[in-house]
């Protein structure tokens, strides 16, 4: 399973960006689909993810600015980010819950990331 994670670059602050992240190989079922983010010196945190039972639930810094979006199988998924702030600058990686097979269990998986830095 690979997970390809692309759409970062520099923007200025209030601009916007579309982050996308294709899940590919052998893939059964994906439950959990999300973006985590992770800043110079700090840890990495959840963004938003499109949970099993059909939820999208935001970091709160990102809720109404960030809109998480995709098919129905979650192979392919957008973030849209809108309104950008400077402390939004960070790698951007995406993430994936997915079961490989139909007889085996999910396991978790990770994009290479794409940056995103927030600047004038």
């Known amino acids: 399973v690979q997970l390809q994670a692309s759409g970062g670059g520099l923007v200025q602050p209030g601009g916007s960006l579309t982050l996308s992240c294709a899940a590919s190989?052998?893939?059964?079922?994906?439950?959990?689909v999300g973006w985590f983010r992770q800043a110079p010196g700090k840890q990495r945190e959840l963004v938003a993810i499109?949970?099993?039972?059909?939820?999208?639930n935001y970091e709160d810094s990102v809720l109404g600015r960030f809109t998480m979006s995709g098919g129905n199988d979650k192979k392919t998924v957008y973030l849209q980010m809108n309104s950008l702030k400077p402390e939004d600058t960070a790698g951007y990686y995406c993430?994936?819950?997915?079961?490989?097979?139909?007889?085996?269990?999910?396991?978790?998986?990770w994009g290479q990331g794409t940056l995103v830095t927030v600047s004038s």
């Open positions: 993430y994936a819950r997915v079961a490989p097979s139909k007889f085996g269990g999910f396991y978790d998986y």
């Open positions: 190989g052998s893939i059964f079922s994906i439950s959990d």
């Open positions: 499109m949970t099993s039972v059909g939820n999208t």
